[in-house]
């Protein structure tokens, strides 16, 4: 009976206009509640290990006004040292999700976040040979792994998880098995480019690539920031998720213009594993990358933002590897130089669409009634 029950009110509620306008707000007020918490218990266990700067005290008061994570509070904007008014320049990546929430299409994340179906809208851009292998015959598998070196990943997912190279090979009994593994891994299968001998030399075991980020409509696209992204040790990819670094590009110039941080706000004035100097660097052909970011925007008009991961190569060609429709500005846009971008976010936007970014974000305690829902802005 009390199954019987659920259900039925189930049933109504789904019927109910009232219920269909409140439900994606309630959605996002528990996403709050339960990012919110995990942020608390994070800081918690972080204070409690290595109470670096500040207090658990002044971070949950942080947290409450500005949503940052411990790595924002502590390394990335290093709020111990701001006062409130400097807090309220920067802007959290919780606070761009909230933006993201409603101002980007979901055929816009559906395109960017599986990583074959951006290769397929962008394929004028990316420079590079590529597979679905559950799509693809075993002949052309073979092909591919006996004509290059290859990169494996999982179609859809972030931070460079699962992303291993498959070397070259003309055995036959060696391509089946990687096949047979790539096929039961649904693998997007990769030609393994290199970036051009200038940024390869920072970490050559890694591509090393550019990140643009975009905010743009249809008519108009606007360069918000740069980054390079270098590798470390190990790792063949750059992400610093994979403990990769990062430096700020001056976005006229191509110049790097502050040294390298690491995710947990190490800096370096050289590369850690090479030794090259990383402040003051040229990015080779920038105009090209500028130019290549900006057209690309316009090859799906709808979307606003977007963090476009480039590769450069020696004979000046520039070719996207990937797009984040929802890229990080707690990270690149803001903690190389400790400088806070949320009126810049806000004019842009409002230059662009007329709307005022800010007003999606909403505040974590408190009422019910002190959370706003607003429908996708962004339309068809």
């Known amino acids: 009976m009390p199954f019987v029950s659920r259900l039925f009110v189930k049933r109504i509620l789904n019927k109910s206009t009232l219920w269909k306008k409140c439900k994606p ?70 606070e761009m999700q909230c933006i993201y929430r409603k101002m980007v299409q979901p055929e816009v994340r559906t395109t960017f976040w599986y990583k074959n179906l951006f290769l397929r809208k962008f394929s004028s851009y990316t420079q590079r040979s590529w597979i679905e292998v559950r799509k693809a015959t075993y002949e052309q598998f073979a092909q591919m792994v006996s004509q290059f070196d290859c990169i494996a990943k999982p179609i859809e997912g972030w931070w460079g998880k699962g992303i291993r190279i498959i070397k070259k090979t003309e055995d036959n009994a060696e391509i089946k098995r990687l096949y047979d593994e790539c096929l039961n ?153 400790k400088i806070g971008v949320k009126q810049k976010v806000k004019r842009i936007v409002m230059d662009l669409y007329g709307i005022d970014p800010l007003q999606f974000i909403p505040v974590y305690s408190g009422t019910l009634n002190e959370y706003r829902y607003f429908e996708t802005v962004v339309e068809d």
């Not at 940052?68 to 959290?92: C, P």
């Not at 075991?205 to 905010?215: A, E, K, M, Y």
């Not at 360069?223 to 750059?238: H, P, Y």
Request: glycine share 8%; aromatic share 10%; charged share 25%.
């Open 185 to 337: 891994d649904n693998i997007l299968l990769e030609e393994r480019v290199h970036a051009c001998k200038e940024i390869e030399a920072f970490h050559p075991s890694s591509l090393n690539t550019v990140r643009v980020v975009t905010i743009s409509n249809p008519d108009k696209c606007v360069v918000f920031g740069a980054i390079l992204r270098m590798g470390t040790g190990n790792s063949i990819i750059d992400n610093t998720h994979n403990g990769g670094i990062f430096a700020s590009i001056d976005v006229k110039t191509g110049i790097i213009d502050t040294d390298g941080l690491d995710s947990n706000g190490n800096k370096y004035i050289e590369h850690p594993d090479s030794h090259i100097t990383i402040k003051g660097f040229q990015i080779p052909y920038w105009d090209k990358v500028i130019e290549t970011c900006s057209n690309a925007t316009k090859v799906m008009p709808k979307t606003v933002f977007v963090g476009w991961d480039v590769v450069i190569f020696d004979d000046g060609r520039v070719g996207l590897i990937e797009g984040n429709h929802a890229p990080d500005f707690d990270g690149g846009m803001q903690a190389p130089k």
């Open 25 to 94: 707000f309630i959605r996002e007020k528990q996403l709050l509640s339960s990012e919110r918490g995990q942020f608390l218990a994070e800081a918690k266990e972080n204070f409690k290990a290595n109470p670096e700067h500040g207090s658990l005290k002044d971070y949950i008061d942080a947290l409450n006004k500005h949503r940052v994570t411990y790595g924002e509070y502590m390394h990335k904007f290093e709020f111990w040292k701001l006062n409130e008014a400097q807090r309220d320049e920067f802007i959290s990546c919780s």
